[in-house]
Each structure stands twice: as C-alpha cells, then as structure tokens.
C-alpha cells in the first residue's frame, strides 16, 4: 500500500500570542467547548501516555470525564496495566486531537488518585450498564473467551438486581496535575502555531512559541 501522497493542507484557523488566554485552564477549556459546539465524536477521548519505571511505554485512548483548575480526570480500574504503570511512575502525558478542527493538546504532569468519596460520586453517576461492567471486567487479565465476561456480567446483575451497586474497591479516578500544556494548531506547508504552557510556581505560567 502507497500511503506517502495521503495529505492535507491544514488552513482553517491560525493561532498567535494575542489569541491566548493568560491560563492554559482557560485555553483548554475555550478549545474543548468549540470542539464540543463542532459536534464531534468524543471530543473528551484523550490519549494516555505511560511508562514503566522501566522506561516502557504504553498508550491508550481515555475519556475524560471532569476538569477544573486542579487537574484532569479520568476513571479505570486501579489493577490494570496503566494503574501499574502510574503506580511505578507517575509522571504521564494526554493528547487531545481534534482532527476536523486541525489542533491537538498535549498535556504533561503527574496522575494521583482522586479520593474514595470523589471515585464514589462519579461511580453512582453512571449507567447500570457501566456500574456492572466495572464489576465484571478485571482489566488487563487475560481471559480465554468473551463468553467468560458476559458470563460474569450476568452473575454481577443477579447479585446486585436488589438495591445499589456498591463501588468496587478496585475502581476509581485518576487526576492528573499538569506541569506543561501545548496547543497546536495547523498551519500551511507544515508551519504550524505551536504554543507551550510550563508551570511557574502558584498559578504563574510562562508562554512561549515553538518552531514546528
């Protein structure tokens, strides 16, 4: 397969200095509000970056499920690979990319576990569906088939069909504290707009563009 001719002049929008808000919160969330006006499928899929403390890496795509001025939220069960990876080194990176808009957002910073009462809020916000799923999947394990999952879903179902279904001690949040944010923009012939946020001290952020 020839994939070397696939590519796309990006000129819908440009983004200098001036177009910045002074908080990268306040950026993101100026962006992430346009990507949800576009109508675009999961505009909070992001994509998380971990790694060993090894140095090996792994990547998948999570949904984001709150921000605010502390960090970026995210549920998973604390058995899988990427609560392992986080446990052994904390330090990670998301990447939002918005394709129709030509822009990605990449943030790095440190996951910390949001508190039980937090992961309990968000837990009984959720469909039942998602409650038993999380009951029913030990994430990462291996399994030999998907019958053996449905299975379990069904046995979760009969021993939950009478009342609430409690928080599972494996499962909760994730917060990640961000030290950098960088907005990138599309631009012609490669030179895109490229803007890096780094944590100062308090809410002190310096800005500075970078080459393409």
Known sequence: MDIHELRQEYT?????????????????????????????????????????????PLVRTVLLKYFDYSGFVFFTNYESRKARQIEENPHVSLLFLW?????????????????????????????KGSQLGAWSSRQSSVISSRQLLINEFEKMKHKFQDGEIPLPSFWGGYRVVPKSFEFWQGRPNRLHDRFLYTHQSDEAWEVHRLSP
């Open 99 to 127: 394709l129709p808009l030509q822009r990605q957002v990449q943030i790095t910073g440190i996951a910390q576990k949001v508190s039980t009462v937090e992961s309990l809020q968000y837990f009984l916000s959720r469909p």
């Open 12 to 56: 819908q929008a440009e983004l200098g200095r001036k177009d910045l808000q002074e908080s990268p919160f306040k950026q993101f969330e100026f962006w992430f509000q346009q990507a949800c006006n576009a109508d675009l499928q999961e505009p909070n899929a992001m994509v998380l970056a971990t790694a060993s403390s090894k140095g090996e």
